[in-house]
């Protein structure tokens, strides 16, 4: 009797053991009252009515582009019968972030997750022949593409990334007639947007931005943030790759300024190290030596300002002997501003009209409290400590240079090789404080200066 009564209690626990497992599963069902449902069946906020994914437990509200989402109030919400919820009918919900409902019957519980997706009706990148890259003006909602000239317009390909859950006409990957402009429609629910696509052939450009990528959307973010607004205020201007000036497929004939802005994470220091880390340049470099010896200007920055070396433009063949550079991704926040200096250049046309600071003529801003910035440098160091450039005299005697900013420490940051017989001008710079692009987006005023100086470059350069 004694043993049987404790078979039974062992039994009893065995048993107890497998409900108690069975209620900590994902199910969230406890061990007393199983019979109840946690359905959410419907919900609206304010005027709006979500669409319930049973499966997945989550409910999304859909509502215009514009609307606000800070305080939503609960108007309709379905349930099972006998089930209660962690919130009711009339209340106000900010959806700004998405908010969890908690559905109860007996002991039995479930989570549903309520979410706000906005109407969004955009059109977020287009390319002609997966190649040439769409400028978008959202403002105004046009989308300009430069092509060289020989496509055949009235049969190019675009590839368009738009929003979610919208509908496009004409549709992507369709070929479309683009020998006047064409406006493509997106809809998504209430939203509704209207795009002008004008392609326009250049066949000789005046100006070129030229980098390692087959289409200007490859580009990192520093590099493409500046040749998109090359494209967007210099006329008649291009984005080509090193292969493409190699291979004659840009006419350089008429071409003023070629622009090389050249980032590369963690910095390139070195002329072996530029060397190793640019072979399609160095592949493309007697094509723009010979471009270079005919007249033809540059505007090398950042790391780019290498190149001059690379087509013979620089006495000693040597590259800037002090370079470094952080990763985009690590960016340095600035706490003020930052500048150089152009002590006895003050009258330099890259210079002119810029944004200075009370008191200090000069001094050159180029970013403001909160930028974000990578610091990539490639300056000249000067000095007898090392470096090969005792002075600024020797700097210029041997490099055939014209030094025209510093850092400060004394450094070269800014430099031209003056045009000369035949051959073009290059403008360099090589300052930290060049920066094209930020990952935390700041209230502009400094900053405005990395803009009018290209501006200047190119005016300059063109106009010589």
Known sequence: MVIMKRLISTLFIVLLGVITFTSCSDSNVSDLQLSGNCTLKSLKLDQYEGTIDSSNRTVTVRVPETYAVENMAVTTLTISNGAESTIKVGDNLNMSTPQVIRVTNGDVLLDWTISVKRDEAKIKSFKINDIYTGIIDEKHKTISVYVPKGLDLTTLTPTIEYSDDATLEPMSGVPTNFINPVVFKVKNNTAESQYTVTVTAIGK???????????????????????????????????????????????????????????????????????????????????????????????????????????????????????????????????????????????????????????????????DTGYRITNSTAQWHIGNDWGGYDDYTAWRSKTGGKDLAYGGDGAIVAWEFPASGTKGKILCIGSGCYDWYSIAEVAENYHKNIVKMTRNAFDYLINK
């Not at 006419?251 to 963690?266: A, R």
Request: proline residues 4%.
């Open 205 to 367: 450009p005046s100006a070129v931005f030229v980098g390692f990528a087959a289409s200007m959307d490859q580009l990192n973010m520093e590099e493409q943030t500046a040749c998109k607004w090359m494209l967007e205020n210099v006329s008649n201007s291009l984005y080509a790759s090193f292969a493409d000036i190699k291979n004659g497929t840009v006419d350089l004939s008429e071409c003023k300024v070629i622009w090389w802005h050249y980032h590369k994470d963690g910095g390139v220091d070195g002329k072996n190290a530029f060397e190793a880390s640019a072979p399609e340049a160095l592949n493309a470099a007697l094509k723009l030596k010979d471009y270079y010896n005919n007249g033809g200007s540059f505007l090398f920055t950042r790391y780019a300002t290498n190149m001059p070396a690379e087509i013979g433009a620089v006495a000693n063949d040597a590259c800037p002997n002090n370079c470094w550079g952080q990763n985009e991704a690590d960016a340095e926040t600035v706490n003020g501003p930052w500048s150089f200096m152009i002590t006895g250049h003050t009258d330099h046309p890259l210079f002119q009209n810029l944004i200075m600071k009370s008191g200090e003529p000069t001094n050159v801003y180029t970013c």
